[in-house]
């Protein structure tokens, strides 16, 4: 598995835990849950509030700010579905690495750190909610509707759950 941390802050972010290691583990669990048949790539970015409302209004027409944004590079048919990775490899694979370029997951560390204050709970349960949040968005899950919002929602929970990282 490739996981590729990236800051655009223009403050340095530091964190009381390993971040790196922290979304590793997520992302290896996410994948072991949805059996995801193939090693994978992703790209986490971390950055604030204007950036991630030019983002989210750009990708989204939404003008305003949000806790994370997710960026599938995977057509599926119904989430976790890995046919059509299967018959168009060359789309999909990092030809040099044979991973499965799974997608971009970008949060705002302000409002990560905001929601951490809200909810109660530490920040490193805050970015660990999001990344799970977000490498399911990356298999393709939504929560547009209140049934589909009720999967994902247990989804994250059991992700967490299984690593510990408990509100």
């Known amino acids: 598995m490739t996981f590729y941390v990236e800051e655009n802050l223009e403050s340095e972010c530091a964190f009381e835990f390993d971040l790196t290691e922290l979304g590793k583990k997520i992302i290896e669990k996410v994948c072991e849950m949805e059996q995801c048949p193939y090693e994978v790539q992703v790209q986490l970015t971390l950055t ?65 750190k905001r929601q951490a204050v809200l909810y109660g709970h530490s920040e490193r349960r805050e970015i660990s909610f999001l990344i799970a949040h977000s490498m399911l968005h990356l298999f393709g899950y939504d ?25």
């Open 48 to 112: 604030d509030d204007d950036e991630i409302k030019e983002l989210n209004h750009t990708h989204r027409n939404v003008d305003k700010i949000t806790d994370v944004l997710s960026f599938p590079n995977v057509d599926y048919t119904k989430p976790s579905n890995f046919e059509n990775v299967d018959r168009h490899k060359e789309m999909y694979l990092d030809l040099d690495t044979n991973e499965l370029f799974l997608g971009d997951i970008i949060i705002d560390v302000m409002q990560m």
């Open 143 to 167: 929560h547009e509707s209140e049934s589909q919002e009720k999967v994902m929602f247990e989804k994250q929970e059991q992700v967490l759950n299984a690593l510990s990282i408990l509100r």
